[in-house]
């Protein structure tokens, strides 16, 4: 192990210097750490904040590698390359060389500044406060350039992780510390400071912008746009000749790691089963949402909204249908169980949970300017989950005091 | 200094670093968020403040023997509000565009926390001269802080100054933004002004770590 023993021979002659803790950074993340506790109680348990980490990035890479090759097949489509249909998900013209081409040169550059500048940015902090480099931007790191469209510039990228990390995380006291969740910080900072890149029904598709500026200039382009479900349905304009299978498969254009609800059902029974993410948060993030959807299906068959509503496209949606589509099943299962900033205690997570599921589709039926509602509910709610928490350890001490002085009396 | 004393140029240099009304005392705020995003008007509300807090320092104190207790409140808004008409008038007059910029926030410079707290904590207890120098210390840093936060929005969020583009022209393509640059739309909304008003403190406060409470 050269590279090991060179590791720990540079650990000690920087110890104690301030370049120390990147070194043990690099040291922590590529080998495990041969530091021994020396005093305080000795837990001896595996899941390490590492193990973590790693854990939901292992959940995350089915989206990953199946955003990829979606990201060439959109194109190719878009571009008129591929003619037939993949049909499910098994369908051979999507798992095709060429789609994972296309996808593998648009989604390693974002992942790659994602981490490195997120990661910089950690290293400075740790170096800067004199304390050990956390694993926290791990996953973070991960879902920056899943939920960002294709053709976010880097630059923009890179900004926006500086802003996310500093002002999201590191003011904050770091990893831990948080009251927003970093990567939907990193988001939010990109739909209000570049709203054209981040919105619209042009940026879902690689190429999309180009294209419609060809056509524009009068150039004889073979081109559809590709516009995302959501964006079509808040325009009352349908889905676009998708069924649900599309929908659940996730053959459809969006954000990079968003589109496919079975492998984000799949990473979240990996995080479930691992005793990573939350299965009451995500629970109750379903009903809600399925609850909403039911009274704006409610509204729309009582007849009080019409057609001729701007609402009416998105509020007559199947309401089981909203699960589907757009980054609802994503956020709920990668960023809402975010154990730092969601509710603590077991009955907030049920209520902090709902409230995230009725809010986001709430948002993305009555402002189709914002059709991703979820980014905005779980930013919302990861403000107010230490509310919950509190009133919940109130009731809780309320009860208590109660009993006691029934048992007293 | 030979002009002013120690004691005397304490009150005009306290309170643009050590001392200053919004980083410190954080009064004032709502101006600082409302009218931030172009420097002309962050330049035009901290010249208002600066007269509207100067003079207004002068008038309490020179009259600050004569005024009943019980009523000082209503009297020193009477003073304020008769000063920010008169501010309110010429630049409506000099500088209309300006003035719809601006709009409903020169007629909030009398609810301005900091002017009032100046009547109060230091006009009604100190001479004229004096009054003068602590309004005029405290509306430049005010205006200061004002300033700083106006030319970061403007630049990164318009890419100008004072109007005058910097980076060169967003629908031309030329300058920076050929390069494929954009402005931050952000910055041009509320929260960011607070962010920007954030990080100075965050600057000024690791610079000097005695300003650290607690």
């Known amino acids: 192990m050269g590279l090991k023993s060179n590791l720990h021979n540079l650990k000690e002659k920087y110890k104690g210097t301030k370049m120390a803790p990147a070194f043990n950074a690099i040291h922590t993340f590529l080998y495990l750490p041969n530091e021994i506790t020396h005093n305080g109680t000795h837990i001896k348990a595996a899941d390490d904040l590492k193990r973590t980490m790693n854990t939901v990035i292992m959940a995350l890479i089915p989206c990953l590698i199946f955003g990829m090759y979606n990201a060439g097949y959109q194109h190719h489509i878009a571009l008129g390359e591929i003619t037939t249909k993949a049909n499910g998900f098994l369908g051979a013209s999507f798992w095709t060389i060429d789609n994972l081409v296309v996808g593998l040169w648009k989604v390693l550059p974002l992942v790659i500044v994602s981490y490195g500048v997120g990661l910089a940015i950690e290293f400075l902090f740790a170096v800067i406060k004199k304390h050990e480099v956390e694993e926290g931007y791990l996953v973070t790191g991960m879902l920056v350039p899943l939920i960002v469209p294709i053709d976010t510039p880097l630059w923009m990228l890179a900004v926006a992780v500086v802003f996310g990390v500093v002002i999201g995380k590191e003011v904050f006291g770091g990893t831990g510390m948080n009251i927003l969740n970093p990567a939907l910080t990193i988001r939010a900072f990109l739909f209000f400071a570049y709203p054209t890149w981040m919105s619209g029904d042009k940026v879902w598709v690689h190429g999309a912008v180009e294209r419609a500026n060809q056509i524009a200039a009068g150039e004889n382009v073979d081109a559809i746009s590709g516009e995302t479900i959501l964006g079509s349905l808040a325009q009352n304009n349908g889905v676009l000749g998708y069924d649900w299978m599309d929908m659940f498969f996730g053959i459809i254009p969006g954000s990079i790691g968003e589109t496919s609800t079975f492998l984000i059902l799949i990473g979240a029974l990996f995080l479930i089963f691992a005793k990573i993410g939350s299965w009451r948060i995500m629970l109750s993030s379903v009903i809600g949402a399925l609850v909403m959807g039911l009274i704006f299906n409610g509204v729309v068959s009582s007849g009080w909204i019409t057609e001729s509503s701007k609402f009416y496209g998105l509020m007559s949606t199947e309401f089981w249908h909203h699960l589907l589509i757009g980054g609802f099943a994503f956020g709920t299962v990668f960023m809402a169980t975010d154990p730092v900033t969601a509710s603590q205690t077991n009955k907030g997570k049920w209520i902090y949970g709902f409230l995230v599921g009725f809010i986001s589709i709430m948002i993305r039926v009555f402002n189709p300017a914002y059709p991703e509602g979820v980014m905005l509910a779980i930013l919302l709610m990861n403000v107010f989950a230490p509310t919950i928490d509190h009133y919940v350890v109130q009731g809780n001490v309320k009860k208590r005091m109660k009993r006691l002085k029934a048992k007293t009396a | ?214």
């Open chain 2, 1 to 214: 200094m030979g002009l002013l004393s120690k004691k005397d140029s304490k009150l005009i240099l306290d309170p643009l670093a050590d001392n200053n009304p919004i980083t410190i005392q954080v009064l004032g705020i709502c101006s600082a968020l409302a009218i931030t995003a172009e420097l002309e008007a962050s330049i035009v509300m901290s010249i208002s403040v600066l007269f509207v807090l100067g003079v207004g320092n002068v008038i309490i104190s020179l009259i600050r023997n004569i005024i009943p207790s019980k009523i000082r409140i209503i009297v020193q808004l009477i003073v304020v509000a008769a000063l920010v008409i008169i501010v309110d008038l010429v630049l409506k007059a000099f500088a209309y565009e300006l003035s719809k910029t601006l709009s409903v926030f020169v007629g909030l410079i009398i609810t301005n926390c900091i002017i009032m707290g100046r009547f109060e904590a230091f006009a009604l207890g100190n001479g004229p001269w004096r009054s003068f120098l602590d309004g005029i210390g405290n509306a430049f840093g005010y205006g200061v802080i004002l300033i700083i936060v106006g030319f970061f929005r403007e630049l990164l969020g318009s890419g100008t100054l004072l109007g005058f583009p910097i980076l060169g022209d967003p629908i031309e393509k030329t300058g920076l933004y050929a390069f494929g640059y954009e402005n931050n739309g952000f910055m041009l909304l509320s929260p960011m002004a607070l962010i920007v008003v954030g990080l100075i403190i965050w600057v000024q406060r690791s610079k000097n770590k005695a300003l650290i409470e607690d």
